[in-house]
């Protein structure tokens, strides 16, 4: 048994990992108990939909023999074939940060991250987040939105360097744009 390796997604396999740790953890599959202690993810991506984004920009994974964890990575122009993050990316062009329209600047979406339940809190995001920094160093910020019920998930992104930019609705749900200045981090 190693430990626990960082590095892209590249197979059909990883693909498959990824799926199924999505499907285990959306919030529909959950009870309230597991949502409120655990997070959750709300959006449901189809294999086919997840290759297309692992082919413009592949996700960052966790394995330990199997995907333990990811974070997908998606381009304004792979936003468009999704409802969800469609919307979410018509939010984040007319946000404002430090006062310039996100629009007018490069940043990549994290459409999604999890760790599997049993791989909590060793410090994981932080490693999936350090690599996806490297490679993704070509844009200037990172960005994201975290549904206000989803206290763990906000309270780990703003441990990796996130911070609140906004508020938006999350299919129907209230949440916040958070986003990560690779250009000007402390």
């Not at 390796?5 to 999505?22: C, E, F, W, Y």
């Not at 991506?45 to 998606?74: D, F, H």
């Not at 940060?97 to 007018?104: E, M, V, W």
């Amino acid at each position: 048994m190693g430990s626990v390796k960082v590095g892209l997604a590249s197979t059909d396999s990883d693909l498959v990992g990824i799926k199924n740790l999505q499907t285990k953890n959306l919030k529909t599959n959950l009870s309230s108990e597991e949502k409120k202690a655990e997070g959750f993810l709300t959006a449901e991506y189809t294999m086919s939909y997840l290759k297309r984004i692992n082919q413009k920009s592949p996700a960052v994974i966790l394995k330990k023999e199997k995907v333990v964890g990811y974070a997908l990575a998606v381009t304004k122009d792979l936003s468009k074939e999704h409802e969800m993050l469609n919307q979410l990316f018509l939010k984040f062009e007319k946000q404002k940060y430090k006062n310039t329209l996100l629009s007018s600047e490069s940043y990549i979406v994290v459409a999604q991250l999890c760790v599997d339940k049993s791989y909590r809190g060793m410090g994981l995001v932080e490693k999936m987040y350090s690599f996806f920094k490297n490679k993704y160093f070509d844009y200037k910020y990172c960005v994201t939105a975290v549904d206000n019920k989803n206290l763990r998930s906000s309270k780990i992104h703003k441990k990796n360097g996130f911070l609140k930019i906004g508020e938006v609705l999350i299919g129907n749900s209230p949440g916040e744009i958070i986003l990560w200045d690779w250009q000007n981090e402390k």
